[in-house]
Structures are given as structure tokens and as C-alpha cells.
């Protein structure tokens, strides 16, 4: 069987990942392997996964460097990569959310500045909204922006609140929910037909098994 690459998000997703592949028999051992190796093999020898940082994982997939991925949709709708976007994993889950100082008016702003991690997911849901906004550029620590004077508001991942809440911002608009996501690479998909059709529909499976 021809090997199939499989890219994974370093941190949040990739032990969640990894667990979803020992669920369908296939085990990546080395990947609890104290060690900084980005290419792991599955003790099949049949698979091979690949760690990279979250926003890389469509880069590698839409260029064929892998034959799958698994990335949060936060990656996909900032990346708008020409992937197959194959199945809701169920799992990383969190939401996008414009939050801001606490009773923050949004429409007050002459030009709203917006601190973020993903300017295009930023850009495209105020302009959707006939709102032109600058985006800030961030790489992290996100909510320190409209602390310090940097911005207004900031787009960024909310999952329990905590970050927000302790820095006293809170959630001015909910904007798109956020769960990871199997992805495929378009030429794969035809060429490596016969070994990805059962491995997806296998973690279809999966995925409905353990949403009852
Ligand atoms: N609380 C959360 N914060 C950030 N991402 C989360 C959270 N919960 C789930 N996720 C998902 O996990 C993915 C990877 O998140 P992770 O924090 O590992 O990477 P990152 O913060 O984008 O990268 P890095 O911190 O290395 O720059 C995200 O793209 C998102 O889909
Ligand atoms: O709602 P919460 O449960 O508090 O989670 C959300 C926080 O987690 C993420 O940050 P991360 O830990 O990835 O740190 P960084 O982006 O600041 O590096 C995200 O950017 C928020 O800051």
C-alpha cells in the first residue's frame, strides 16, 4: 500500500488526532516519544504523520506535501485553502467571537481597529456587514490589544471564556462556531482513492459512533 502523509496541528489538536487514529488500530508509538521529531510514522508502517503549526497544515495539504490534515475551521476560513473539507471531526471545539471592554459600542467607531490572529476571517465578517475595519496583525496574547491602547476590539478563539473574562474583556458578537476538521488534498483524493476511501469512511464511523 502506498504510504498516506497525514498533516496534524502541533498542540491543542494533535493528541486528540492521534487518538482518533489508535481508535481505528492505526498507532503512531514514536508520537509519545519524548523527542522533536515533525515525522512520525504509524507502527504499521503504512501512514506517516507530519507536525506543523496550526495556519501550516492547509499549505501542506493543498500542495500535496500531505494527503490529509486534520486543522481547526478557524485555519480553513483564514486560509480559504483549496482542500476537500471531508468531515466534522466533533472535537476542538470553540467559537470565533468579536470581543472587546465590557458594553464596548462596535458602531461608535469611526474606523474600528481589530486586534487579531486571522486578519481574513477579521476583514470578511465586518465587510460583510458594510463595516471597514483596520486589522492588527497579532501572533499571541490577543487580548492584551484593546488593554494597552493597540486596538478596539479583537477577533480571536473563545473557548471557555476564562482568557476574556480575566483580562475584562467580554464577547461583544458571536461570529462562527469552530470544531476540527478532516481535510483532503484534491489529487490525492482521486490518485490514492483506494487507500483513503476506507480510512475515511472508517473515521466517519468513528465520529458518529461517538456522537451517539
Ligand atoms: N482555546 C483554544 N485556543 C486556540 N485554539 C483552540 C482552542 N480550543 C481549540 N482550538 C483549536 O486548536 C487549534 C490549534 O490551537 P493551538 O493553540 O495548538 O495552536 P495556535 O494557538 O494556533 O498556535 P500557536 O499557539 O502555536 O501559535 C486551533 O486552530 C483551534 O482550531
Ligand atoms: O476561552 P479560553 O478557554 O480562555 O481560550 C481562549 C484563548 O486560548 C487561545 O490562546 P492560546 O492559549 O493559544 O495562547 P496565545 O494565542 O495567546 O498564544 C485563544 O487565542 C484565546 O486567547
Same mark, same amino acid.
Given at each position: 500500500? =502506498?504510504?498516506?502523509?497525514?498533516? /496534524?496541528?502541533?498542540?491543542?489538536?494533535? !493528541?486528540?488526532?492521534?487518538?482518533?487514529? !489508535?481508535?481505528?488500530?492505526?498507532?503512531?508509538? @514514536?508520537?509519545? *516519544?519524548?523527542?522533536?521529531?515533525?515525522?512520525? &510514522?504509524?507502527?504499521? =508502517?503504512?501512514? *506517516?504523520?507530519?507536525?506543523? +503549526?496550526?495556519?501550516?497544515?492547509?499549505?501542506?495539504?493543498?500542495?500535496?506535501?500531505?494527503?490529509?490534515?486534520?486543522?481547526?475551521?478557524?485555519? /480553513?476560513?483564514?486560509?480559504?485553502?483549496?482542500?476537500?473539507?471531508?468531515?466534522? $471531526?466533533?472535537?476542538?471545539?470553540?467559537?470565533?467571537?468579536?470581543?472587546? &471592554?465590557?458594553?464596548?459600542?462596535?458602531?461608535?467607531?469611526?474606523? $474600528?481597529? #481589530?486586534?487579531? +490572529?486571522?486578519?481574513?476571517? @477579521?476583514?470578511?465578517?465586518?465587510?460583510?456587514?458594510?463595516?471597514?475595519? *483596520?486589522?492588527?496583525?497579532?501572533?499571541?496574547? #490577543?487580548?492584551?490589544? &484593546?488593554?494597552?491602547?493597540?486596538?478596539?476590539?479583537?477577533?480571536?478563539?473563545? *473557548?471557555?471564556?476564562?482568557?476574556?473574562?480575566?483580562?475584562?474583556?467580554?464577547?461583544?458578537?458571536?461570529?462562527?462556531?469552530?470544531?476540527?476538521?478532516?481535510?483532503?488534498?484534491?489529487?490525492?483524493? +482521486?490518485?490514492?482513492?483506494?487507500?483513503?476511501? &476506507?480510512?475515511? !469512511? !472508517?473515521?466517519? =464511523?468513528?465520529?458518529?459512533?461517538?456522537?451517539?
Amino acid at each position: 500500500m =502506498e504510504k498516506i502523509k497525514i498533516a /496534524l496541528t502541533k498542540g491543542r489538536l494533535a !493528541e486528540k488526532s492521534i487518538q482518533l487514529f !489508535e481508535t481505528m488500530g492505526i498507532r503512531f508509538s @514514536a508520537f509519545y *516519544e519524548d523527542s522533536r521529531k515533525l515525522i512520525i &510514522p504509524s507502527d504499521c =508502517e503504512n501512514f *506517516e504523520v507530519i507536525l506543523v +503549526k496550526a495556519l501550516d497544515v492547509t499549505t501542506y495539504v493543498e500542495n500535496g506535501a500531505a494527503d490529509l490534515g486534520i486543522a481547526g475551521k478557524d485555519t /480553513l476560513l483564514e486560509t480559504n485553502a483549496d482542500v476537500f473539507e471531508i468531515v466534522d $471531526l466533533g472535537f476542538g471545539k470553540c467559537r470565533f467571537a468579536v470581543a472587546g &471592554p465590557t458594553h464596548f459600542d462596535i458602531n461608535q467607531a469611526v474606523k $474600528l481597529s #481589530v486586534a487579531t +490572529k486571522y486578519p481574513k476571517v @477579521a476583514s470578511q465578517y465586518f465587510s460583510d456587514q458594510g463595516k471597514q475595519i *483596520e486589522t492588527i496583525k497579532l501572533n499571541g496574547s #490577543v487580548e492584551l490589544a &484593546p488593554l494597552v491602547g493597540l486596538s478596539d476590539v479583537i477577533v480571536d478563539i473563545v *473557548e471557555t471564556g476564562r482568557t476574556l473574562d480575566e483580562n475584562g474583556l467580554e464577547i461583544l458578537e458571536n461570529m462562527h462556531d469552530i470544531s476540527a476538521r478532516l481535510v483532503a488534498n484534491k489529487a490525492s483524493f +482521486k490518485t490514492k482513492n483506494q487507500a483513503l476511501k &476506507p480510512l475515511i !469512511e !472508517e473515521v466517519k =464511523e468513528v465520529i458518529a459512533v461517538r456522537q451517539g
